[in-house]
């Protein structure tokens, strides 16, 4: 059973930062593309950034030089680490899988909220 439970959402000032994590479960994780989406009402989920198994990582253009993902796969275990976070990054944040190797489609976690406000 494929699990993605997210943590590590809140609220901050503008300028602050957060940590998310997303401890995935049930499959080979390694082999496994990981990534972040985030999304607001009415508005469509949007990619933040994703980081392949071997490593390499992909930035949205509002986040390049702000956020970093990471992995640990010893511990099943993909980051992200938001810095000078502005109001406009408020939204829910979701872990996603991506469909490949060893999952036969796309899994996503149930969300974070990150509020920044002052």
């Known amino acids: 059973q494929v699990q993605l439970v997210e943590s590590g959402g809140g609220l901050v000032q503008p300028g602050g930062s957060l940590r998310l994590s997303c401890a995935a479960s049930?499959?080979?994780?390694?082999?496994?593309?990981m990534g972040w989406y985030r999304q607001t009402p009415g508005k469509q989920r949007e990619l933040v950034a994703d980081i392949s198994s071997g490593g390499p990582t992909n930035y949205a253009d509002f986040v390049k030089g702000r956020f970093t993902i990471s992995r640990d796969n010893a511990k099943n275990t993909v980051y992200m680490q938001m810095s000078s976070l502005k109001p406009e990054d408020t939204a829910v944040y979701f872990c996603y899988a991506r469909a490949g190797v060893s999952l036969k489609r796309d899994y996503w976690g149930q969300g974070t909220q990150v509020t920044v406000s002052s």
């Open positions: 049930g499959y080979m994780f390694s082999r496994t593309t």
